[in-house]
């Protein structure tokens, strides 16, 4: 099984910055594209960024410019530094990778539990 575990979420005051990190752990094959969602009350998750192995990133559109994904392979770790914060950036970040645990196994997706970021004005 794939282990994510996301970090680096908090309170910060709008205009500020902050890192989150995703590590991925257990049994993992290989990792395809990595990415981070969110979901705000009430809302449905929603692609943030997406970054796949050979570094090819995609935004939502209300993040561009503003937030940086980026991943280290050979940690299998995944990073989002977010700048320029505004309170509707609040929600629960998820961190996501798509991959497999054995090279006969089928590709899938995976999820870590989340970590509040709250903006407030």
Known sequence: QVQ???SGGG???AGGSLRLSCAASGSIFSI???GWYRQAPGKQRELVARITSGGITHYV???KGRFTISRDNAKNA???QMN???PEDTAVYYCNAYGSET???ALRDYWGQG????VFS
Request: no cysteine; aromatic share 12%; net charge negative.
């Open 78 to 80: 995944l990073y989002l």
């Open 115 to 118: 970590t509040q970021v709250t």
């Open 61 to 63: 559109d209300s993040v």
């Open 103 to 105: 090279y006969y196994s």
């Open 11 to 13: 309170l910060v005051q």
């Open 84 to 86: 320029s914060l505004k």
């Open 32 to 34: 395809h594209a990595m």
């Open 4 to 6: 994510l575990v996301e």
